[in-house]
């Protein structure tokens, strides 16, 4: 994706009460050198980052973003984000998006090494084009996340609920699943358990019933997902969120991967075998989701 805006947050300007939060944010260009070479985001992935659907100009679901970034500071150890500071941001940046699809990025990043300020930015890119994948599907491989399902409850500091900028085991699993002749993966853990896809959430239609992978294993609650629950149980489904065999990926009546710019994309293999599609509700996921949602 290549950045069409960006500007940078002062976090420390945003404790003055009173002022106005625009004059925290500063305008780059995003081409040109921005960040300090000691940078913790670059030195070690130490920070949290967002990715915000943008649809003709309109940012979805700011406020379960915000909250999710919130969330991952919090487990990471970096100062409280101001959320009127970050919301103002957005507002700012989704004014440059225009008609189209388009992606917000929010990142926090630890500082510079020893210093106590964090460094935040936020930038805008034009969304790829992911007509293929909401309409054709995407076939995918289940690769071992290395633990059983009880580990996040028994070793946090492996941050596996925080949105951390530490990707590269995502990448390497999708780089992975592309070498086995697949698109995608989906993480499970050694004993047996479905987790999520390296950047989407897993939603499974199993007897009619609606899962979704528990968030207490340790994994991202994807905002899209907790939309399109929203929108399931509005037209009178059943929802749940469940630990889920691994096993139920091939048995389910449908799957789907859900994230804020992909979207819908239905699952249509695992492991090199082919799995039902269900195209019409696939469609009217995908209407839903490109809506206006706040």
């Known amino acids: 994706m290549v950045l069409r805006f960006a500007l940078m947050i002062d976090p420390v300007a945003s404790l003055e009460k009173g002022g106005d939060l625009r004059s925290t944010l500063r305008v780059i260009d995003p081409s040109a050198p921005a960040l300090e070479l000691g940078d913790l985001s670059a ?11 943008v649809v003709d ?32 941001a957005i507002q700012r940046v989704s004014a440059e998006a225009g008609p189209g699809e388009s992606v917000i990025k929010l990142i926090l990043s630890r500082g510079i090494e020893g210093g106590a300020i964090p460094t935040a930015w936020v930038t805008l890119a034009t969304a790829p084009d992911n007509s293929a994948a909401r309409r054709d599907g995407v076939r995918v491989v289940t690769l071992d996340r290395g633990y059983p399902l009880d580990v996040p409850a028994r070793a946090p500091w492996l941050l596996l609920g925080a949105k951390t900028l530490s990707y590269a ?12 002749g697949a698109d995608d993966a989906v993480f499970v853990t050694t004993d047996g358990f479905l987790l999520e896809a390296p950047t989407a959430s897993l939603l499974l239609r199993i007897d009619g019933r609606f899962v979704t992978p528990s968030p207490s294993a340790g994994i991202l609650h994807g905002t ?31 799957a789907w991967l859900l994230s804020s710019v992909r979207l819908a994309a239905p699952i249509s293999a695992v492991d090199g075998r082919a799995v039902a599609v269900d195209r019409g509700l696939t469609d009217e996921l995908n209407t839903f989701l490109l809506g206006r949602r706040d």
């Open 224 to 254: 899209t997902q907790l939309s399109v629950f929203a929108h399931l149980e509005q037209r009178g489904s059943e929802t749940g969120y469940e630990n889920v065999p691994v096993g139920d990926l091939e048995r389910a009546d449908a």
């Open 57 to 88: 100009g309109h940012p979805h679901e700011v406020g379960p973003h915000l909250e999710r970034l919130a969330h991952s500071a919090s487990l990471c150890d970096l100062p409280a984000p101001d959320l009127a500071q970050w919301r103002a």
């Open 43 to 53: 030195q070690r992935g130490d920070g949290v980052f967002e990715s915000i659907g």
């Open 169 to 180: 085991v995502n990448m390497a699993a999708i780089r992975e699943a592309k070498r086995q």
